[in-house]
């Protein structure tokens, strides 16, 4: 009797139940593919790298001296003898040093992570809902729709996103929200369209398709519960790998100084290189300036490309080992 | 098996026609038309089981699709109880939706792979907002137990990637008759499984037939399958029904030129049986704007020179419900 209980389980437990056993063999997948879960780690570090900042702050860490926009820090009066000034080196005060303004860099970097991290993740889901979407409709109608968007998508392709961007930045107010929002819509119209598209067209021939037409499903209801939901994985996989593209051009633009933001990465580098340290051999001798900065864009940039790859091992079975 | 069938028509088909464009190039205009399904007419009794027969690409797919609506007919009216179905748009679609359904012929693509049994098998109970989510539930258990899937507990669940071909085709055929159609189109449904397993399915849908007087269209390429199975039979050649009849009577007696080549290439297990042999020249053309003439010209064993002049035979009944289409045959 215990088979008839199974029926009468709420369906929503059920599904609970098989999404908890399909996630649990994708993560043996992705596990085995061991460039991934390296990824996973460096961006858990991060997480937790970001999350520590407002605890710090609100504990040990005193507003005044550890800001990361407002602090200021004297120097010590023994650093004073030494001759020492702003940037200040590593010390057990400011475990990364000091800017030349006086602010903890440590701290920059800390709170920076938070904003590269929601910049990364939201570009990239506006792109893979855009793409996702734009892909599903193009391809489950053809014609006109198809040929309208996948010429959209040859000129989006074309066009250089960086100068755009600059231009951008004079004519509007270009913060962490709308730059977000620009990466992904210019994104979501672009390559990726292209490429769910054609992943789209692979499903949309099936005879499934067809089943589901004969019982008078609508076009909608094929598009969101057959075409989407087969086209998704391919979505995620995309997303990984444009979180990185949104991370990298954030700090291109806050090098360039274009961006309406206080604190980034990018802006580090760019502190760095407007006082003049990146030139010569300042750039060994003040390392503490630009290397933790230029470093942690490059770090989280490839672990979620690995991220990605992992999960591409997942979705393109002909990637397994096994 | 003495099979009751009565004599009320459930589908009636008259004068159907699909062409398809045939494209040249984005810009130029269309002026080829591949005639795919090319003035067929015929009727489905209720329960019935009528075979269409015919070898690759000679349209009997497309018959079937035009029949559930997965194409719009060129031309041409399908009758269903009376209501001409080829027009049907809308609320009025979706409604006969519900009597009409297919059968597919690769149990392994016509499930997605991305939903349980279950999602499958109430998908057409779904879209057409039928019952609650307990009532639905109760419903595919019924059709997973009816089909032979048992106990349906254990497959409600399970993603078709776990089922074996033959277990797979059976839950596509409980998706067919979860809305209690009236009507299904099976294209091939056999072809794709296992020997062993092939009469299994088939038993099923005569079982099913009996049970909910379903009436099929039976699309096959196999002539042992479309005798063990069906009532009647229809023979097609490049988008015309070229001989039609009680199933036996074709079989044992065919009169086309083409049925009889088709028939004599069946294999006969039997060392020592000497086929037929006859001749038809050639191979199957493209149905590309074909020549008035009869389709079958080119090859045809018995022509004359009257085959030349005319237009293609109508199709005719040569005594007892068989019909053909030839001017040779009498």
Known sequence: MEAAQVRYQPLWRVRLGLMRKSLATNWELFRDSKIGPIGLAIILFFGIFGALHPLLMSTVWDAAIYDPVTGYDFPTDAQLKQGLTHPLPPSTKHLLGTDPWGRDILSQLMYSTRAEFFLGVFAAFVTVFIGTLIGAISAYYGGFTDTFFMRLADVVMLFPLLAFLIVLSAMINLNLYTLAIVIGVIGGFGGITVVLKSQALTIKVKPYIEAAKVSGGSHLHIITTHIIPNVLPLSFLYMMFNVTGAIFTEAVLSFFGLMNIQMSWGLMVEMANISGYLVGDAVTKYWWLFWPASLSISLLCTAFYLVGRGIDEIVNPRLRKR | MVVDIQTDTLVKVERLKKL????????????????????????????EILGLAGESGCGKTTTGKLLVRLEEPTEGHIFLNGVDIATLEGRDLKKFRRNVQMIFQDPYESLNPRMTIYDTVAEPLAVQRIGNI??????????????????????????????????????????????????????????????????????????LREKFEISYLYITHDLSVARYMCDRIAIMYLGKIVEMGETEEVIQNPLHPYARALLSAVPIPDPNYKREAIEIKGGVGKPIDPNPQCRFLDRCPVAVPHCEEAPHPPLEDKGGGHYAACYEVK
Do not use: C, W
């Open chain 2, 20 to 47: 398809f464009p045939v494209s040249r190039g984005m810009f130029r205009a269309v002026k080829n038309y591949l005639h795919a399904v090319d003035d067929v007419s015929f009727e489905i009794k209720k329960g």
């Open chain 2, 134 to 207: 307990v009532e639905r539930q109760e419903r595919v258990a019924e059709m997973l137990s009816v089909v032979g899937l048992t106990p349906p507990e254990s497959f409600l669940f399970r993603f078709p990637h776990e089922l074996s071909g033959g277990q797979r085709q059976r839950v596509a055929i409980a998706r067919a008759i979860a809305l209690n159609p009236a009507f299904i189109v099976a294209d091939e449904p056999t072809s794709m499984l296992d020997v062993s397993i092939r009469t299994g399915v088939m038993k099923l849908m005569m079982e």
